[in-house]
């Protein structure tokens, strides 16, 4: 459907969203939120938690 809108043919569309969009580097989005929930959980730990057992 996107195809017939823009004019293009199947290939022709693949090529222009990978090179507009970059969809191979969701991985960067993917490490961001992994490494940032490691993050908070170790200070919710390390804070929150930890101030409760003392």
Known sequence: ???EK???EGEELINFLWQNYHPANIWVIYAGVGVSAVVFLW????FVIGKNQV
């Open 1 to 3: 459907m996107a195809s």
């Open 6 to 8: 823009l004019g293009m």
């Open 43 to 46: 200070l919710y730990d390390r």
